[in-house]
């Protein structure tokens, strides 16, 4: 069974004359452990797809099943239930709370799924130490670089296994080492069994997938398995 099956995916802006199809139509399966990239330019649908697939918004029309579940009616709570233990979520942006360490920030998202206090502090740490934080955990978002609040990003993401990592450019505030860094650990992840959806404008961090997707005016235009997928030197982090 796929994990994710997307058949018929329409998501369309003021419908009518003026309309705008984010996606239109649609299809496509995604197996469980497969790393693939979707790529596409701004205004692509390729970011609309991904919150698709991420449970962070509903389609005009279509089914979605993730992970035997279809999600097309599921109440809010249901979804954010699926959500919360299926995905785990790397953003452009980082999206940490400056208010909070680093230690605090991955033990968020272990809040919200009912872990109590030990175990929620071991796997933060277990996170932080693994994307070779150990040492910043009590520092916040404003005291670690770019690309420390990154792999930050990617703890919290991971903390809890998730069997699914979404990264929305992960790389696209990067210096090109940090960059290198975070691909790194995306690598090692699926390398432990986990599904990696990256998506990006970025053909050379698409050529390190094992599956590129391409998307233009919310159709897809492609999908090859990418024989030739580079996988970047052994990460200093594991």
């Given amino acids: 069974m796929s994990l994710i099956a997307v058949k018929d995916m329409f998501k369309i802006y003021n419908p009518g004359e ?32 991904m919150n698709m697939i991420g449970l962070l918004d509903e389609c005009t029309s279509g089914e979605y099943v993730l992970a035997g579940h279809d999600v097309s009616h599921l109440s809010d709570d249901e979804l954010s239930e699926i959500r919360n233990e299926q995905i785990g979520f790397i953003f452009q942006g980082f999206n940490l709370i400056n208010s909070l360490t680093a230690q ?11 872990i109590k ?12 130490e693994r994307v070779g934080l150990g040492n910043r955990a009590n520092h916040r978002p404003t005291q670690l670089s770019g690309g420390q609040q990154q792999r930050a990003a990617i703890a919290r993401a991971v903390a809890a296994r998730p069997p699914m990592i979404l990264a929305d450019e992960p790389t696209g505030n990067l210096d090109s080492k940090s960059g290198r860094d975070v691909m790194r650990i995306l690598h090692e992840l699926h390398e432990e069994g986990r599904t990696v959806i990256l998506i990006t404008h970025d053909n050379d961090i698409a050529a390190e997938a094992q599956r590129v997707i391409r998307i233009h005016d919310g159709q897809i235009v492609g999908d090859t398995v990418n024989k030739g997928a580079l996988t970047p030197p052994e990460s200093p982090y594991f």
């Fill in 18 to 49: 003026n309309e705008v199809r984010a996606l239109d139509g649609v299809s496509l399966t995604i197996d469980r452990g497969e790393f693939v990239a979707i790529i596409g330019h701004s205004g692509s649908g390729k970011s609309t797809l």
């Fill in 104 to 114: 605090a920030n991955v033990e968020l998202p272990l809040v919200y799924r009912g």
């Fill in 117 to 128: 206090k030990e175990e929620r502090v071991a796997l933060a740490k277990a996170a932080l």
